[in-house]
């Protein structure tokens, strides 16, 4: 893959995550759901991965168009974090955007849930009571 691009691209449609390795899977469920005849099916099919439609401006715009996000999963073990955002709420997440949209391609806010990760439910809740501390 190019540089700066992380080792996977993945797709999140209909319910299901679909890994860069299940492509033809993510296909037979479009054609079921479209049908092999679409404009829809073809463009995706002539693709050929989810690299190659993550790439494309008109594509990337097509799977927005029917509600699937394409998003790229790094596997390695050092992690860039300046490529990356976390905000603890929606509102800060939305100011972001909206100071920095001109730099952004499709920005979205996705939610985060806690469950089965005790390591993010400690650092929220050392967050929280740096906050509580910094009020008093």
Not at 104 to 114: D, E, N
């Amino acid at each position: 893959m190019d540089e700066g691009i992380g080792d996977e691209i993945w797709c999140y449609w209909q319910d299901t995550e679909y890994s860069s390795n299940r492509f033809q899977e993510f296909l037979n469920d479009m054609a079921e759901y479209y049908g092999k005849e679409s404009t829809i099916f073809k463009k995706i099919q002539q693709a050929g991965s989810f690299e190659a439609i993550y790439k494309d401006f008109n594509l990337s715009e097509l799977m927005e168009d029917i509600d699937a996000d394409i998003y790229e999963v790094a596997f390695n073990d050092e992690v860039d974090l300046s490529r990356f955002n976390f905000f603890l709420t929606e509102e800060a997440a939305n100011k972001y955007i909206e100071q920095d949209k001109h730099n952004l391609f499709y920005p979205k806010t996705f939610g985060v849930h806690l469950y089965k990760n005790d390591e993010m439910c400690n650092l929220i809740q050392i967050i929280h009571k740096i906050a509580e501390n910094s009020e008093k």
